[in-house]
């Protein structure tokens, strides 16, 4: 019975993290249609596990507003490409899951983690929701 918890609710994070891969690169970056977009998916599939972001990575609350103080729904580090004339950065990814039996309750959260492609951003970083925090050289 633990083990099929475990086993479905890792698999509902897996997709959950993967759609939002989806939609960073469908939308070429962390725009703010982006954060819309994983905000109103979030929403539909009720996926509300809160978790501590890594260093470096920004984590973003149920109203897709990103947050300073590394806990979220799901958390995001750009990471810049450099070495190219055109502006490239790659998104990793962490969505939470917890690990709860019925009678005990939630015992452990534990990350799904994962990058998209790497992106040909635009040059404009105004036009990102997300700094490059990190560099690729």
Same mark, same amino acid.
Request: glycine share 8%; with cysteine.
């Given at each position: 019975?633990?083990?099929?918890?475990?086993?479905?609710?890792?698999?509902?994070?897996?997709?959950?993290?993967?759609? %939002?891969?989806?939609?960073?690169? @469908?939308?070429?970056?962390? @725009?703010?249609?982006?954060?819309?977009?994983?905000?109103?998916?979030?929403?539909?599939?009720?996926?509300?596990?809160?978790?501590?972001?890594?260093?470096?990575?920004?984590?973003?609350?149920?109203?897709?507003?990103?947050?300073?103080?590394?806990?979220?729904?799901?958390? %995001? @580090?750009?990471?810049?490409?450099?070495?190219?004339?055109? =502006?490239?950065?790659?998104?990793?990814?962490?969505?939470?899951?917890?690990?709860?039996? =019925?009678? %005990?309750?939630? %015992?452990?959260?534990?990350?799904?983690?994962?990058?998209?492609?790497?992106?040909?951003?635009? =040059?404009?970083?105004?036009?990102?929701?997300?700094?490059?925090?990190?560099?690729?050289?």
């Amino acid at each position: 019975s633990g083990y099929l918890a475990l086993s479905v609710n890792y698999s509902r994070a897996f997709k959950v993290k993967n759609e %939002i891969l989806a939609i960073i690169e @469908r939308n070429e970056g962390l @725009r703010e249609k982006s954060v819309l977009e994983i905000n109103n998916y979030l929403v539909t599939v009720n996926h509300t596990v809160v978790g501590n972001c890594a260093k470096d990575f920004t984590g973003f609350g149920q109203n897709g507003t990103a947050s300073n103080n590394k806990t979220g729904i799901y958390c %995001i @580090r750009k990471t810049c490409v450099t070495g190219d004339v055109v =502006p490239k950065a790659y998104y990793k990814v962490t969505v939470f899951f917890k690990f709860d039996l =019925p009678v %005990i309750g939630d %015992i452990f959260t534990f990350n799904v983690d994962g990058e998209t492609k790497t992106i040909h951003n635009t =040059p404009d970083p105004a036009d990102d929701n997300i700094e490059c925090l990190g560099s690729d050289i």
